[in-house]
DNA sequence: AGCGCCTGTTACGATCTGTCACAAAATCGC
DNA sequence: GCGATTTTGTGACAGATCGTAACAGGCGCT
């Protein structure tokens, strides 16, 4: 069900030693150098690390590549909550079970740490608690701008966030070459939208100059500013006097 | 502007010690004793404990009552990104700011702690980092939830879904009353609809016979599992098959 | 190179939710 | 207690997005 095309040998070329700048900044990477130790799997494209409602036995890093976490609902709809790229981990705050199947998207690969493994050397060493802790209000913070989106953005505005977002992760993202390498109906199935509705503002984007096609799975950020003006980016703020809450 | 008022009087005598049961279960609680130290302060319905976009200083515990965090995008459109009851502690994850204004719904009383003694004191408890990992994991998982219940759910489902979560986060809620001290408006903003949807589908659903109107904040589950199947509870699963995620 | 499949695009009617208007009910303040 | 304000409920209508369907184009395979 899941052909592949040849889009994985777009990725690669440009792809970073295994993590953004972004990831890397302000901390110390033990995590990093803990799942380093680890031996590299690979997988296809379509190719599920995990399975929802399976049992969580392992946390992931993601090498190089990309997946997605798909979660499907009884009656079949499917939501995508989120896409990993190079430096991801995933599984930091899993329970007893998977809540979502994480596949590749394309080629990918990655290491894995049982969780068990995982939590003695999180135990073991001090700065690996604090680190995972970072990382996962960092996913929160991720997932609240998403519950944002979804809550009251429109479709355009969707599309605009969602590729400003890849933008970012993106080294260059900005004013360059925007990788996507998901289907539309991936993108439908993050966006809350349908794969009708994410290619008619696509085209509508075209058309207005802010975007530019760059083969089906990429595209060119021709007007940054008015794509984040429609993305509604709240600046998080002009609200700057220094009303504080009442000091106890 | 924060009157200290009198609210403290109004203190609910039926209020439990501060926890529901749900909370507290397998965990040792110290983050609780932490803030029981602290001075409890009053707010009245409609004020703030904290400003979307004011620097993050503080982390709070709810004593009793019930707040909203609401974010504001710059061109006036509101989310409600979660409400809190009692025991519930927020700004565990926050970065710099306050990504939303937190404010009380009903009378509430609350704790607080600097986030500088809240880190002093994870930093010197062993407990405390886990705990603290704990309730951020829960908290995303809630979050996750959302964005399922945003992204793929219509009107209906919506309501469903909001009106089990919080009989569940209620003692007694599956069958008995359940206390909406929100608005419609704030209940249309948390659920990603209009207050006049909210409105209709809470008619629809008390025709249904699936719930009844117990004063205009309170109502009444009477078929919960009628309810429940319309909110779309995905079991979490009977995918039981133990399909490894291939071993390494 | 030619063929076929899959993904993506475009069109159009259907549907759900939003918008606007107004009435009823509850709450607040004096 | 009483009027004013706020909140909630309801209906008619509009609009955005959906769902179906037909078509186009790229990519892989032979």
Redesign the interface.
């Known amino acids: 069900m899941y052909t592949q095309s040849s889009l994985s040998r777009r990725l690669s070329p440009q792809a970073p030693s295994g993590l953004f700048a972004k990831e890397l900044l302000g901390r110390d990477c033990s995590l990093e150098k803990l799942f380093a130790e680890q ?1 590299v ?1 690979s997988l296809d494209p379509g190719e ?7 049992r969580a036995q ?1 946390v992931f890093q993601v090498v190089t590549g990309a997946m997605r976490t798909v ?5 079949g ?3 995508i ?1 989120g896409f990993l790229f190079a430096g991801d981990i995933v599984g930091i ?3 007893d ?1 998977y ?1 979502t199947t994480i596949e590749a998207i394309a080629p990918t690969r990655l290491r ?1 740490l049982t969780r068990q493994r995982f939590e003695d050397e999180v135990a073991r060493h001090p700065g690996l ?2 680190e ?2 970072e990382r ?2 960092d ?3 991720a ?2 701008d ?3 989106l ?3 953005k429109n479709a355009e505005e969707r599309v605009a966030s969602f590729l400003l977002s890849l933008a970012r992760r993106q080294p260059g993202g900005d004013e360059g070459t925007v990788e996507l390498p998901m289907t539309r109906l991936d993108m439908a ?4 939208l349908t794969i009708e509705t994410v290619s008619r503002i696509m085209t509508r984007l075209t058309r207005n100059g802010m975007i530019a096609p760059a083969g089906r799975h990429a595209i060119v950020v021709r007007r940054p500013a008015a794509l984040a003006a429609l993305a ?6 002009e ?2 006097d ?5 000091a ?1």
Do not use: K, N
């Open positions: 031996p799997e599920a690390a995990v399975w929802q409602g399976d392992h979660r499907i609902l009884s009656d709809r499917r939501v909550t705050s899993f329970r079970r809540p894995r608690g604090p995972r802790f996962l209000a996913e929160m913070s997932t609240q998403q519950v944002v979804l809550a009251r199935d993050y966006l809350g509604l980016e709240d600046d998080e703020d609200i700057d220094e009303r504080l809450a009442r106890a």
